[in-house]
């Protein structure tokens, strides 16, 4: 089955300085990868999506995700972190049969000024 | 452009008392999805339908009834509700045709069950 994981329940970053939200999946077949962000009282917002091509994604907002398979990891990154950034993260992964995603459990992202 | 509706926002309930959640959505979409979210547990699937006519369990889907109204409506059913119902609630909508397109959320209903 179809799994992602987020090891970092928590990820405090300064203001400026670079940020990564971390992500590794399981998957049968090939992997098709997305991340939303959810800010407070708000509903999910698609980020950035792999599903082949360039292992480097850009996304909305200025991040961009490094999908690495040797690895199995899709980490979320930014190369100057905003206190608007500060949210929750969630990574996702296509089931087989292309209806569903399944969520990592997600992680909180604050940035601090 | 009001994309995906979600009705309530809030609601508290009684243990044992009935609901249903509405989620409409003007996107032209086919496949319509509900989820909930707990801490530290992410976005768990209830119910989908892939398209119009069609419903399917998903993750959790005990205590849960849904109805794919027409295109642009999926609504969930509480029929007795129970505390470990309280939860944050999402409906989401993806296009159909190209699996690889994202889903589209909801602002959420904040449920309560006391």
């Known amino acids: 089955a179809q799994s992602v994981a987020q090891p970092e329940d928590q990820v405090n970053v300064a203001e400026g300085n670079p940020l990564t939200v971390k992500c590794t999946y399981s998957?049968?077949?090939?992997?098709?990868l997305f991340w939303y962000v959810q800010y407070p009282n708000r509903g999910l917002q698609f980020l950035l999506k792999?599903?082949?091509?360039?292992?480097l994604v850009k996304g909305s907002y200025g991040f961009e995700a490094e999908f690495n398979k040797s690895q199995t990891s899709f980490h979320l990154k930014k190369p100057s972190a905003l206190v608007s950034d500060s949210a929750l993260y969630f990574c996702?992964?296509?089931?087989?049969?292309?209806?569903?995603?399944?969520f990592g459990a997600g992680t909180i992202l604050r940035v601090k000024s | 452009n009001a994309g995906v509706t979600q009705t309530p926002k809030f609601q508290v309930l009684k243990t044992g008392q009935s609901m249903t959640l509405q989620c409409a959505q003007d996107?032209?979409?086919?496949?319509m999805y509900w989820y909930r979210q707990d801490p530290g547990m992410g976005l768990r699937l209830i119910y989908y339908?892939?398209?119009?006519?069609?419903?399917d369990k998903g993750e959790v889907p005990n205590g849960y009834n849904v109805s794919r109204l027409n295109k642009r409506e999926f609504s969930l059913r509480l029929e007795s509700a129970a505390p470990s119902q309280t939860s944050v609630y999402f409906c989401?909508?993806?296009?159909?045709?190209?699996?690889?397109?994202?889903?589209?959320f909801g602002e959420g209903t904040r449920l309560s069950i006391l």
């Open positions: 989401a909508t993806r296009i159909s045709g190209d699996s690889n397109q994202p889903q589209h």
């Open positions: 998957v049968s077949g090939n992997p098709y």
């Open positions: 792999y599903i082949t091509g360039d292992n």
């Open positions: 996702a992964v296509r089931d087989v049969y292309g209806n569903k995603l399944v």
């Open positions: 996107m032209n979409h086919n496949s």
């Open positions: 339908s892939a398209s119009e006519g069609t419903t």
